[in-house]
């Protein structure tokens, strides 16, 4: 897996990733959109569709999720 260092960026978009965030939750997604802002590191962040989790609580049927880049702490790219 990369590590924070190698943060995931524009060229991951409509990637399949496995991503390790802060707290213990790993999921395969699919990259939707990478949010890249110089003024604020809160927006830094991704938008994403859940494949899997270990977080099962986490699903909401339909749902896209935000994660801030600070929160992701490794990642795989896993194919298109």
Known sequence: MD???NRIGREHQD???RVEFLGGE???IKLLL???C??????????YDIISTNRADHIKKGAAYWAESTYVESFEVLGD
Do not use: Y
């Not at 110089?38 to 938008?47: F, L």
């Open 3 to 5: 590590t924070v260092k």
């Open 15 to 17: 990637k399949r990733l």
């Open 26 to 28: 790993i999921a395969e």
């Open 34 to 36: 990478v949010s890249e």
């Open 38 to 47: 110089a003024q604020h590191r809160e927006c830094n962040g991704i938008v």
